[in-house]
């Protein structure tokens, strides 16, 4: 009867030795292995906006579309600029006129004799010379500006990417620097995971990373490329007088504050697969960035 009783008490002692280490092992785990569930896929959104005002005329693109830099993605009516363009080689062409008339004028005059032509109209040719100069030149810039216009009446895009929420049509009016569509550069992926403020001090740049998809079981690799250095704090408000309105209560329990980390991505074929937006879990292989250093 003695042994059963030993026995019984054996197994229970067991058992809690084993929960116990079990739950020390979760618990150092969750507080030193440096993971986080909280990753985020992202990549630079380009916000397309024309650099000119007018009717959109044909939109070259459809949505989540891959295109490559110096595609056309939408046109504006040209007619206007073109008049505009016209309107100034006109007007450059009379201020030429205009500046080699005076040119000339002031280079008679200059071999005049004094008894001919004062030294006051000589000056006042030599003025009139330079004045037509100046306008000769701002002619020719606002006739470079209106060529400028009128070649920006094709929108095109500045990088490799993919075209997404397209909202603009044939018809629309469009403003410019308003934008109209964002285009995803798709050489800009990386994921930036966010890490428990305790679990820092077992980060460094140049550590190797696992990506975990939550979309799948494909895994990602890639290095630390930054620590952010900063985020807001949410305490830090300004009151009335311009002082800090700070909370006078406390909570006990404190949560560890989340600092984004930016992951760069080793594989940029891989990369270009992903969705920005969608989430991952980040597992830093810890010290690998000193291991290689060393």
């Known amino acids: 009867m003695r042994a059963s009783v030993s026995i019984r008490y054996l197994i229970t002692a067991v058992l809690l030795l084993a929960a116990f ?15 986080t569930r909280d ?3 992202k990549a630079d959104i380009i916000h397309i906006a024309p650099d000119v005002s007018g009717v959109v005329t044909q939109v070259a693109v459809h949505d989540n579309q891959f295109v490559h830099k110096g595609d056309v993605l939408f046109s504006i009516d040209r007619d206007r600029y073109a008049h505009a363009l016209a309107e100034a080689e006109a007007g450059l062409a009379a201020q030429q006129a205009e500046k080699a008339m005076r040119s000339r004028e002031a280079a008679r005059r200059k071999g005049l004799d004094a008894a001919i032509v004062t030294d006051e109209n000589r000056e006042a040719a030599v003025s009139a010379a330079a004045v037509a100069h100046a306008r000769y030149l701002a002619a020719l810039a606002t006739r470079d500006t209106a060529q400028l216009n009128l070649a920006r009446t094709e929108i095109r895009a500045p990088v490799d990417g993919y075209v997404t929420n397209l909202h603009v049509h044939a018809g629309d009016f469009a403003n410019g620097g308003t934008p109209q569509l964002a285009l995803i550069d798709s050489h800009s992926f990386y994921v930036s995971g966010y890490f428990e403020e305790t679990k820092l001090p077992y980060l460094a740049v140049g550590d190797a990373v696992e990506i975990r998809l939550m979309s799948g079981e494909q895994v990602l690799h890639g290095h630390i490329d930054s620590i952010s250095r900063g985020i807001t704090d949410r305490d830090a408000a300004t009151g009335r007088e311009l002082l800090a309105d700070v909370n006078p209560t406390f909570n006990w329990v404190r949560l560890a504050q989340r600092i984004p980390v930016r992951v760069r991505l080793d594989d940029p074929e891989a990369a270009q697969k992903l969705i920005a937006g969608t989430t991952c879990t980040v597992t830093v292989l810890q010290g690998s960035a000193r291991h290689t250093a060393g």
């Open 21 to 35: 280490v079990f739950g020390k092992f979760l618990w150092d785990d969750n507080m030193t292995s440096p993971w």
């Open 39 to 41: 990753g985020r896929v």
